[in-house]
């Protein structure tokens, strides 16, 4: 066995967490296992995170922050109700690649296992911008919400396996998204 090393980085830290979490879910994260990951003892984690919390905290960051960064590059779409439909596209890919973070994204965990609350208002903002340009500044938050609140339902009953009854889920998610955005772009038009 060679000796430990001596240093690691809070990126390596968290990518290795990352990595646990998505293997074997949230219990499959400790100190312990993040250290042997990043090949340290892991009393050396706590130069960087003083607990689990901190630790969990820090991977829902970078988890919300990835996510940000993809419905950013999305936003652009100079048809706003086309740009929200593929950043609800882009929300659902990036969950079913990566379902143990996203989880962590949305669980009910106690305030020092958050991420920082303008991690999470950074990476709504793309969001909000493009249901602006759709449905106008007074109604953008409520356009935002309702569309993360139809995604999140879909996409956790679909990592759930509760879609039991055949069909085409994937044209099923199409065809809400369609439908609200639609909806949405109906109403601004009224």
């Not at 646990?20 to 340290?40: I, K, Y």
């Not at 069909?167 to 038009?189: K, P």
């Given at each position: ?5 001596a240093?690691t ?5 968290v ?5 646990l ?9 400790t ?14 984690l706590?130069?960087r995170?003083p ?13 919300v922050?990835?996510l940000g960064r ?13 740009a ?6 882009a929300?659902?890919r ?9 989880e962590?994204?949305?669980?009910n965990l106690?305030?020092d296992?958050?991420?920082p609350a ?6 709504a ?7 602006e ?8 938050l409520?356009?935002a ?5 139809f ?13 039991r009854?055949?069909?085409?889920v ?15 772009a ?5």
């Amino acid at each position: 066995m060679s000796p430990a090393r001596a240093r690691t980085s809070l990126d390596e830290i968290v990518a290795a967490g990352r990595e646990l979490l998505e293997a074997g879910g949230l219990d499959a994260v400790t100190m312990q296992a993040v250290a042997e990951r990043v090949g340290v003892r892991a009393p050396s984690l706590y130069k960087r995170l003083p607990n689990r919390a901190a630790l969990i905290a820090a991977i829902g960051a970078a988890t919300v922050d990835d996510l940000g960064r993809m419905l950013e590059t999305i936003g652009r779409d100079d048809d706003p109700a086309g740009a929200l439909k593929a950043a609800a596209t882009a929300f659902r890919r990036f969950a079913l690649a990566n379902p143990h973070g996203y989880e962590l994204v949305f669980m009910n965990l106690p305030p020092d296992a958050r991420p920082p609350a303008d991690r999470n208002a950074r990476a709504a903002a793309p969001l909000l911008a493009i249901a602006e340009r759709l449905v106008g500044p007074d109604q953008a938050l409520e356009a935002a919400r309702l569309v993360t609140a139809f995604a999140h339902g879909f996409v956790s009953m679909e990592l759930s396996g509760a879609f039991r009854l055949g069909g085409d889920v994937d044209e099923a998610y199409r065809y809400g998204v369609d439908m609200l955005v639609d909806a949405l772009a109906g109403r601004r038009t009224r």
